[in-house]
Nanobody, 128 residues
Framework: QVQLTESGGGLVQAGDSLRLSCTAS????????MGWFRRAPGKEREFVAA????????DYEDSVKGRFTISRDNAKNTVYLQMNSLKPDDTAVYYC?????????????????????WGQGTQVTVSS
């Protein structure tokens, strides 16, 4: 069982930065891949970024490449999403999720159904 809690959201202006954190409970965090997703008003949930168990591999949605960075600290059971050069289109509820299908794998997935555990979300609002 993994419980995820996001924090760090807020209201910022275009061009600003935010760092989201997702803290996990449970021993499986350190061996699981983690992902960040977002859901904007009126839109479906979409993949943002993913990281494998040791941070050796990452993946990003095209629109955030070069602006967002996913990282993790397994000693703190925490995964981060550093968001720079924020745009109004980045406004959404951001969710972290855990993919526990594989143990210490290099595999990453962008598919929400592959993630078994989800946090409650944190709101990010970017004003123009």
């Amino acid at each position: 069982q993994v419980q995820l809690t996001e924090s760090g959201g807020g209201l910022v202006q275009a061009g600003d930065s935010l760092r989201l954190s997702c803290t996990a409970s449970g021993r499986t965090f350190s061996s699981a891949a983690m992902g960040w997703f977002r859901r904007a008003p009126g839109k479906e949930r979409e993949f943002v970024a993913a990281i494998n168990w040791n941070g050796g591999r990452t993946d990003y949605e095209d629109s955030v490449k070069g602006r967002f960075t996913i990282s993790r600290d397994n000693a703190k059971n925490t995964v981060y999403l550093q968001m720079n050069s924020l745009k109004p289109d980045d406004t959404a509820v951001y969710y972290c999720a855990a993919d526990v299908r594989y143990y210490r794998s290099i595999r990453l997935t962008t598919r929400p159904p592959d993630y078994e555990y989800w946090g409650q979300g944190t709101q990010v609002t970017v004003s123009s």
